[in-house]
């Protein structure tokens, strides 16, 4: 009921915002140092002529910078996708355009041409020849189709040469996009992505839950302290008084207790019993 949908709101949000902060930690590969703890080791053989890998006895659920690429973090509200132009958005400083198709599906291609780097957020929505629903830049008016990140027009090529001569050359990076439950999730990493594992909450795939309003607030302060605010629910008696949510004289002690620990380290299940004022 409400603790159970608390308890699965916590744990979505805990889990995207600590996999956010995760992948900025490790360095690059090439100069990556072997975290606290953890035993470095060099294997060279006739496959891998330098590979580094890491044991992470001090650091349970340790992952590479890589492996927090391979999950699907919430981008946007599916309501704040419009309808006929292109809009920006970023994760991990990582450009990001979202457009929809002619059908509504909602496409994402990385935020840069090609070309010459120009951002396709800036570009406009329209259709191609073939009336086929595309981004097409600003700068040079080349278009791109949003399932593949496919170039089908560029309006500067010769007459003689062909674009399926160059496939790939010119296309724009896709990224993998499902909807769930109103919200828009793309998937990073270079791993097949698995609309199975979309982290949904799942009461509101049951009948009989509604979910009543979606809401955008920018916080200028650290994700840690989000996420404390998030788990601690004993503030809300308090600093929601006056609302449906609080009344200072149900200030007390709660209890809260983990179930169970996210895959790789990442996010944690749990449960608190939170009294509701009203």
């Known amino acids: 009921s409400l603790s159970s949908m608390a308890r699965s709101s916590a744990r979505l949000i805990v889990a995207c915002l600590v996999a956010a902060q995760a992948y900025r930690l490790p360095a690059p590969a090439s100069s990556r140092l072997a975290p606290r703890g953890a035993t470095k080791t060099l294997v060279n053989d006739d496959e891998a002529a330098s590979t580094t890998t890491y044991e992470t006895s001090g650091l349970p659920g340790f992952r590479d910078s890589r492996s927090w690429l391979n999950n699907w973090y919430p981008v946007t509200f599916s309501a704040a996708v419009p309808d006929d132009k292109p809009t920006g958005f970023a994760i991990f400083e990582r450009p990001l ?66 674009l399926n001569e160059a496939r790939g050359r010119y296309d724009a990076r896709a990224y993998p996009v499902e909807e769930r439950q109103g919200i828009v999730f793309v998937w990073l990493g270079e791993d097949a992505a698995d609309p199975a594992t979309v982290p949904i909450v799942p009461e509101f795939e049951q009948p009989g839950w509604i979910y009543e309003q979606d809401y955008v607030r920018d916080l200028p302060y650290d994700w840690t302290t989000l996420v404390e605010n998030i788990i601690d629910p004993s503030h ?3 600093s929601h008084h006056g609302t449906t949510q609080g009344d200072r004289a149900s200030a007390a002690p709660l209890e809260m207790s983990v179930a169970a620990r996210g895959e790789g380290g990442m996010g944690f299940e749990g449960e608190t019993a939170v009294p509701l004022h009203g």
């Open 236 to 238: 809300v008696p308090v």
């Open 97 to 162: 355009v979202l457009f929809k198709d002619a059908d509504g599906a909602v496409r994402c291609l990385e935020d840069t041409c090609p070309h010459r780097l120009a951002p396709l957020a800036d570009g406009r929505r329209t259709r191609d020849s073939t009336g086929r629903t595309v981004v097409e830049c600003s700068y040079h008016g080349w278009q791109f189709e949003g399932k593949c990140g496919a170039c089908v027009a560029l309006p500067q090529l010769e007459e003689r040469k062909s």
